[in-house]
């Protein structure tokens, strides 16, 4: 019986899912949004919130825990330098999850998923809302 043991599997073995979901964090922390099927999505979210919350700590626990799982020392120091003070008083719900629809080849639902309250998020919709004022 399989009590108890939530996890996205996505047809992928233990250490092809733990090696995408690091390279799609470290994506996710240093572009601010990816495009991503729903399943990975989901699996992501819960991969990154864990590190996000990890890195508010700030110690050096902290930071070589999330290095062992993020891989690139890179997203590492932005996600602990850039991000967690963004984050300092927020307590969960790092990430958004937006769907597109389906994608034409194999119809997989796509969705972006994206940091919130983030530099990168607020200054892409105010660029966003410029656009929009600029053509009406």
């Not at 043991?5 to 233990?14: A, D, H, P, S, V």
């Not at 399943?39 to 819960?46: I, M, N, Q, S, W």
């Not at 769907?99 to 034409?104: E, H, S």
Request: positive net charge.
């Amino acid at each position: 019986m399989r009590h108890r043991k939530r996890t996205f599997k996505l047809g992928r073995t233990g250490s092809h899912r733990s090696a995408m979901l690091a390279n799609m964090a470290c994506s996710l922390i240093t572009e601010g949004r990816i495009k991503t099927t729903l399943p990975k999505a989901k699996g992501l979210r819960r991969f990154a919130e864990k590190l996000i919350t990890q890195s508010k700590l700030g110690t050096l626990h902290a930071r070589r825990l999330v290095a062992s799982k993020m891989r690139q020392p890179e997203a590492v120091q932005y996600l602990f330098d850039e991000l967690a003070p963004v984050f300092e008083d927020r307590a969960g719900g790092y990430t958004r999850i937006i769907k597109l629809g389906r994608r034409l080849g194999d119809g997989a639902e796509m969705c972006y998923i994206e940091l919130v309250d983030t530099p990168k998020a607020t200054v892409e919709a105010e660029v966003a809302e410029t656009e929009e004022t600029t053509e009406a």
